[in-house]
T-cell receptor, first 111, second 113 residues
Framework: SQELEQSPQSLIVQEGKNLTINCTSS?????LYWYKQKYGEGLIFLMM?????EEKSHEKITAKLDEKKQQSSLHITASQPSHAGIYLC???????????FGDGTTLTVKP | KAGVTQTPRHLIKTRGQQVTLSCSPI?????VSWYQQTPGQGLQFLFE???????NKGNFPGRFSGRQFSNSRSEMNVSTLELGDSALYLC????????????FGPGTRLTVT
């Protein structure tokens, strides 16, 4: 079974709308990170969360970590076409530096 | 600083052949990890090298191997290629020890015919 479940699998929003992507782990999280990927290209690091309750923001993207729920959410405010892409959450669920990733959420932003 | 570079960017091989992919990490980064990405399986961890030693390994057959040189550059080798090995192979570098802030290269697209 998948260690990291992302939801939704895909999302289509109108430009200017807010959206949230969730990442839930079936195991204890020892660090969670969010990446963005353009199809067929490498991953771009967005942010890393390590402590329960931690929240980080970069421009219009905010990520939170709920350690008790073993869950993280990525929130985009006032989406723009430049936000389109595949968002992946990754985590170390072994505390040994071994990374596992979710299947990704494909975001389309309609102008 | 220059980013992570991978060569070649695209590769076409025939079943049964072997292939070597190269990854140059960001200067000063000592950890290099390799991943395989396919539409069906997503992004899967292959292995990680730190200071020329394999520190972690994913669940891939022994046909997949790697190594890291003293300058932290890494190579990945796949022997006896199978059709299912067609994928985007990504490498990522980080400062080292257990660091989750990984920086990815653009990937090598391998097609096995």
């Amino acid at each position: 079974s998948q260690e990291l479940e992302q939801s939704p699998q895909s999302l289509i929003v109108q430009e200017g709308k807010n959206l949230t992507i969730n990442c839930t782990s079936s195991k204890t999280l020892y660090g969670l990170y969010w990446y963005k990927q353009k199809y067929g290209e490498g991953l771009i690091f967005l942010m890393m969360l390590q402590k329960g309750g931690e929240e980080k923001s970069h421009e219009k993207i905010t990520a939170k970590l709920d350690e008790k729920k073993q869950q993280s959410s990525l929130h985009i405010t006032a989406s723009q076409p430049s936000h389109a892409g595949i968002y992946l959450c990754g985590a170390d669920t072994s505390n040994a530096g071994k990374s596992t990733f979710g299947d990704g959420t494909t975001l389309t932003v309609k102008p | 600083k220059a980013g992570v570079t991978q060569t070649p960017r695209h590769l076409i091989k025939t079943r049964g052949q072997q292939v070597t992919l190269s990854c140059s990490p960001i200067s000063g980064h000592r950890s290099v990890s390799w991943y395989q990405q396919t539409p069906g399986q997503g992004l899967q961890f292959l292995f990680e090298y730190f200071s020329e030693t394999q520190r972690n390994k994913g669940n891939f057959p022994g046909r997949f191997s790697g190594r890291q040189f003293s300058n932290s550059r890494s190579e990945m080798n796949v022997s006896t290629l199978e059709l299912g090995d067609s994928a985007l192979y990504l490498c990522a570098s980080s400062l080292g020890q257990i660091s989750y802030e990984q920086y990815f290269g653009p990937g090598t697209r391998l097609t096995v015919t």
